[in-house]
Each structure stands twice: as structure tokens, then as C-alpha cells.
């Protein structure tokens, strides 16, 4: 595929709610442009962006897609974006290297909650949004409902370009209000003609209001419309341009990606008034604690930034990047200033869907891939050598809910963790914990669907097959007051027994503070040699579990005398009575169960805060605040962790997808004493 320069390169993200029909139109646009020979369809897994076993099994992209194309002598590099929640990390992925965004809404559903969500990520970014309302053909669709939607929802810069020719089974075309002239279909043939008589009225008010709303970013133009000039459909685009480029203007177009209605003007669009890498601003890096600009000049030093790391268990380590500026080439050597490994970029690829292409050259604001770099991960920087630039990051989605993994075969555990490792770097919302306390893996994802799509992959591609159990919570013990036991044992068999007696005292530490010990046996009572002995045998008590039997942490432990026998003592009898000691201190020292509490932080619309409210009280939760931003209520609470294992999901039906959170372990504190009992682990035999 031969390169093009930064003012010919369009990066469009596709983004909308599950079932907008997202991957259809990215479907259709192929089709049109001629990049593919037929479209592919969702229902019976045949599209380009939709190629993974899990996403044709559920009709239902998982993971953002190159989907490229050619408009004349512009490249359009289109990424299909998934719209179910879980999966919200690959539209943020796409939009970080998008220079336009283009939202699909159906004109059935309407502005949905991922709709908002997108939008939202994009406004935060600062990136021009086009509106494309989809399925127009189908029963109950309304372009004016929708419209109406978008206005309420997104503001007064939302500008329709087009109207609906028909709606629903009748819908047949568009009309083009920047050209004032109906694009009718047969099929998938258009013909351009004269604005029909039933819809000429509104289609002239209409075009009054856009057309004023096009000059008034132009000072000049403006000035003559008000002389009574009409500006031409070239001036009218330049402009409209100009304010989408700046995040003035949300142009809306309608069509209907199954039918292809259309579908041709709003690839010309991209081309004709999408913005170029070039007329967005420049890209801020940073070097040394100084933050630059970097244009995107392919004349200037090599840079680019990896946003999508792709795991095929045949190829291997698939690396999807934008080029920030410079060019690059086959063999090119870039340093990662992160790992400060120099990565040789042996062959670079053209991605559409799972099809590549090879690649003579990219140049600044294009996206290439590039196979098999070592030690690069999603995130990171390529620069010239001794160049230390870093282009910045969007974090990850945060991970909010867990299961508990463990391989289905014995002897899995190694091949589990490294399959585990390579679902990381291609996802890296997903995260790994091993939980010590519980002897648990955790596996921690966005969503029910993400952890179940990550299992089913380990399974496919690295023959890892696992089991789930409950998420154990990591209570612990302390006490509340000191107390003294004496600790001995005495065995005595054939030859040398076992003797050791160790006295100790108990005291309550400050939450948070662990364990600490003293020495404080005078006149030899302990020989010095078997005090770290006692200390020991303390130590595995705590971690066995006191009455409760969970570990015991914050406790203070004095041992301040002993008996010692010169045959029998030794190292283990010390151990074992320092054990006894401890336990039968803490049973004295009126000991409580704790339990984690964790920091919430719970965004959502300010009318559903009340719900949100009465929901956290009955998990327990404190509540330490509200603020609000914008339409949003930003609630801090402090709820037990065991209250919120499964937050994520329940948020997600209490606010119909419309709120999010994020929670981290803030302390733990006593568990109230109704809720000890069934709490307690059993003894073991």
C-alpha cells in the first residue's frame, strides 16, 4: 500500500452503544470504497473488524479493529470500536490516536448510556465528533426524535447536514443541505435531483439555520451573507471544517448501513471535512520533566507510541501504533525509553481486520503495525536512539470486579501465568493479583462479560482451562487489650526430648502498625540464641489464625522470661512455646475480627443520587461526600469490601449503564459483632 502524507490521512474512531451498528457501517464504508468485494455481515460472523472466535460466537465486537480505506487519494484509517461496557478500554485506546470521532446512534434506541460515556471521553479529549444516525430503515426510527435527543443531550453545536428522505421502510435517500439537492437510491446506485416537494419547506428552513450557524465562525463570510450573498457549497465546507477541526460544530449525517443509504457521502465527508493529523493541534511529549510539542512533520525525528497490542498464538506480538512525526521504514531501530530496549522494526504492516498488507513507509499520523517487538508494551514510546521522549498515556480502565482463578489440570500453573502475562499486554485493563492471605489468583477485569471473554481466550489460545471460586475477603484478627500467657512444651522420647517454656505479654498496637517485638528476659532465663525462636514460633501463630482464624496483626509481643533445660532446649522447643504462649495470650486479650473497607468513589447522573444513596447504606457504606460535575453527582463513600464484590454489576443495573466507580482499600476496621458469627472458619480437625 503506497504512503500518504499527514494532510491525506483521516484517523476516524467509530464509537456508540452496543447494537448501533457500529461494525455494519464500518462494513458498509469498506464496501463503498471499494476496499473489500462484498459486506460482510454481523449475524453470521463474516465482517472485517469482527474476526475473533469469541466475537462471531456472540455477534458482539470485544476489541477495536483497524478497518482502512481509500477516499481518492485520502487514507482513512477507520477503527471499529466495541460499545458493550466492558469493554470500554479499546474506546479509549482508539480515541487516543483519532482525530475525529464519529458517534453512531441508532435512530430506534436513540442516545444510549455508552453514547453519552464516548462522548464524554471525547469532549475530555478534545476531539471533533461527527454524528452518524443509523438505521433509518427500520420500524419506529425517527431522524427528528434522535435529533431532538442529541440537542438535549450534547448541546446547541449539534448541525445536521442532511435529512431524511422517508423513514423507516420508505426511507430511499438524503438530502444534502449543503449542496440543497436529494441523493436518492436504487439500491445502492445514487442519483442526486431536486429536493422533493414534501420535504422542501423544512428542508429550506433548515439549511437557513445551518448555513448561519457555518458563517458565523467565518468573520468575512459572515459579513457578506449579511449583504444577502449566499456563500458557495466549497466555502460553506472550508468552513464547516474549520469549526468541526475545533470542536465547535458536531455535524450529523443519516443513512442506513445495512442498505448503503448514505453511506457514500459519509465517506466523502471524512475526506472532505474530516481534520488531518496536520490541522490538529500538536501532540504534548515530555523529555526530562519538560513538556514540548511535537508537529506531525515526516521530515523531523522518528516518533510513535503503541495503543493496541494484539497476542496471535501464531504470529505472536502484534504492535499497533500511530506515528507521532518523522517516517519510518522496514528496519527501522527505535529505542523504548521505558525499558531502554533498542526495538528493530523489521517489517511494518497495513491491519484490516486479522488481513495485513506490507508497508514501504508510514508517515507522521499514520497507523501501522508492526509484528513481534520484544520488549514494547501497549503505551509505550518508540524514539530515536539517546532521545528520551515519551508521547503520554491514557491509563487503563480501571478494574472493578474479580473472580478467582486456578488451572482445571495440575501441573497448569506456569503455562496459566504465562498465558495470563500475553492477555495482559494485548488488554491491560485487565489485572493479575496473587492474595497471599487467601492463597488465591485473582483475576480483575471491567465487567462480567470481559472476564469471561479472558477465560474462554486462555482456553483458545494458550490451552490454559480454569475454574472460578469465590473471591475470599482477607479478614484478620487483633485485640483489644493486653494479656500474658506462658508457653511450654516438654516432650520427651528415647535420647535427648524437648524443652522450652517462654513467658510473654500482649499489647494492642495502633490499626495499621503490624507486629512488633521485645526482648526483655534478663539473667539468662532464654538462652540469647533461642529468643529469635520464640519470636519465630509467634510469628506462624499470627499467620495460622487466632480464635477467629483469620492472621492476627498489630499486636505488640514482650517476652520477658523463660526456662531453659542445657540437654533438652533447643531451637524448635522455644518455637513451638512462643506458638503456645501466643495463643493462649490472644484468647485473654479479648480479641476482634477486622474486615477491609474500601474508598468508593461512585459517578453518576444527579437525578438517580437518592438510589444511589439508599443502595450504599444498605451495603453498609459511610458516605463521605458529594460533588457535583456538570449533570453527574461524584459520591465518596467508605463501604466494607466484602459489601462491593460485585459493585460493578449492580451499579450497572441500579443506573442502566449510565454510572461508574472506582475503588481502592482504604483501612480495616472491626466487623460489628451481629455479623461475627457466620464469619468465623471452622476448626480443623
Request: charged share 25%; aromatic share 4%.
Amino acid at each position: 500500500m503506497p504512503s500518504y502524507p499527514p494532510s491525506r490521512i483521516r484517523n476516524v474512531a467509530l464509537v456508540g452503544h452496543n447494537g448501533s451498528g457500529k461494525t455494519t457501517l464500518a462494513e458498509a464504508l469498506l464496501f463503498c470504497s471499494g476496499a473489500t468485494t462484498r459486506q460482510g455481515r454481523v449475524d453470521d460472523g463474516t465482517t472485517v473488524t469482527d474476526f475473533e472466535p469469541e466475537e462471531t460466537k456472540r455477534h458482539l465486537s470485544l476489541s477495536l479493529a483497524m478497518a482502512p480505506f481509500t477516499v481518492g487519494d485520502t487514507k482513512v484509517n477507520l477503527i471499529d470500536t466495541p460499545g458493550y461496557a466492558d469493554f470500554f478500554g479499546e474506546v479509549r485506546a482508539a480515541c487516543s490516536v483519532a482525530d475525529l470521532v464519529v458517534v453512531v446512534v441508532s435512530a430506534v434506541e436513540g442516545v444510549e448510556p455508552q453514547t453519552e460515556l464516548a462522548w464524554s471521553l471525547a469532549s475530555d479529549l478534545g476531539l471533533p465528533r461527527l454524528v452518524f444516525v443509523n438505521k433509518l430503515d427500520r420500524e419506529r426510527a425517527s431522524f427528528d426524535r434522535t435529533l431532538s435527543t442529541l440537542r438535549d443531550r450534547f448541546g446547541a453545536g449539534i448541525a445536521p447536514l442532511e435529512l431524511p428522505v422517508g423513514e423507516e421502510a420508505d426511507f430511499r435517500g438524503v438530502a444534502d443541505l449543503l449542496t440543497d439537492s436529494a441523493i436518492l437510491y436504487e439500491g445502492r446506485t445514487p442519483t442526486t435531483g431536486p429536493i422533493p416537494d414534501d420535504l422542501a419547506d423544512l428542508e429550506h428552513q433548515v439549511r437557513e439555520q445551518l448555513v448561519e450557524g457555518i458563517v458565523v465562525g467565518d468573520d468575512a463570510l459572515m459579513e457578506r451573507y449579511l449583504d444577502g450573498e449566499i456563500p458557495s457549497t466549497e466555502e460553506l465546507e472550508a468552513t464547516l471544517a474549520g469549526g468541526l477541526s475545533q470542536g465547535l460544530v458536531f455535524p450529523v449525517v443519516c443513512g442506513s448501513a445495512v442498505t448503503g443509504v448514505g453511506i457514500d457521502r459519509l465517506a466523502s465527508l471524512l475526506a472532505e471535512i474530516g481534520p488531518s493529523p496536520q490541522s490538529r493541534p500538536p501532540i504534548e511529549v515530555t523529555a526530562g520533566g519538560t513538556t514540548t510539542e511535537v508537529a506531525p512533520d515526516p521530515a523531523a525525528q522518528p516518533l510513535a507510541r503503541v495503543f493496541k497490542t494484539i497476542s496471535d498464538p501464531y504470529v505472536g506480538k502484534i504492535s499497533l501504533l500511530r506515528v507521532v512525526s518523522g517516517t519510518i521504514r522496514p528496519d527501522t531501530v527505535l529505542t523504548n525509553p521505558r525499558t531502554h530496549t533498542d526495538e528493530r522494526l523489521h517489517v511494518l504492516q497495513m491491519l484490516r481486520g486479522k488481513e495485513t498488507e506490507p508497508v514501504s513507509e508510514a508517515l507522521a499520523g499514520d497507523i501501522v503495525a508492526v509484528p513481534k517487538l520484544s520488549d514494547t508494551a501497549t503505551g509505550d514510546t518508540l524514539a530515536p536512539k539517546g532521545t528520551p521522549v515519551v508521547v503520554p498515556s491514557l491509563p487503563p480502565e480501571p478494574a472493578v470486579l474479580s473472580i478467582a482463578i486456578r488451572p482445571k489440570s495440575k501441573g497448569d500453573e506456569d503455562k496459566l501465568m504465562t498465558g495470563l502475562h500475553r492477555l495482559q499486554e494485548e488488554d491491560p485493563a485487565l489485572v493479575v493479583e496473587r492474595v497471599d492471605e487467601t492463597h488465591q489468583t485473582l483475576l480483575r477485569g471491567t465487567g462480567e462479560t470481559h472476564l469471561s471473554i479472558a477465560a474462554e481466550r486462555l482456553a483458545r489460545k494458550f490451552g490454559v482451562e480454569v475454574g472460578t471460586e469465590e473471591v475470599l475477603i482477607p479478614y484478620r484478627e487483633t485485640i483489644t487489650q493486653p494479656a500474658e500467657a506462658e508457653g511450654k512444651y516438654k516432650k520427651q522420647t528415647g535420647g535427648h526430648g524437648q524443652f522450652g517454656v517462654a513467658s510473654i505479654r500482649i499489647a494492642p498496637l495502633e490499626r495499621g502498625e503490624g507486629f512488633h517485638f521485645v526482648d526483655e528476659v534478663v539473667g539468662g532465663a532464654i538462652p540469647k540464641q533461642y529468643i529469635p525462636a520464640v519470636e519465630k514460633g509467634v510469628m506462624e501463630a499470627m499467620g495460622q489464625g487466632g480464635p477467629y482464624g483469620y492472621p492476627v496483626v498489630d499486636v505488640q509481643v514482650t517476652c520477658f522470661d523463660g526456662k531453659y533445660h542445657p540437654v533438652d532446649s533447643s531451637e524448635m522447643s522455644f518455637k513451638m512455646a512462643g506458638s503456645i504462649a501466643f495463643k493462649e495470650a490472644t484468647a485473654k486479650a479479648n480479641p476482634v475480627l477486622l474486615e477491609p473497607l474500601s474508598r468508593l468513589e461512585v459517578t453518576v447522573p444527579a437525578t438517580m443520587q437518592g438510589d444511589i444513596l439508599g443502595d450504599l447504606n444498605s451495603r453498609r457504606g459511610r458516605v463521605q461526600g458529594t460533588d457535583t460535575i456538570g449533570g453527574y453527582q461524584v459520591i465518596t463513600a467508605i463501604v466494607p469490601t466484602a459489601e462491593i464484590q460485585r459493585y460493578a454489576v449492580d451499579l450497572r443495573s441500579l443506573t442502566g449503564g449510565r454510572g461508574h466507580f472506582a475503588a481502592e482499600h482504604d483501612h480495616y476496621d472491626v466487623v460489628p459483632s451481629n455479623l461475627v458469627d457466620r464469619l468465623v472458619k471452622p476448626k480443623a480437625d
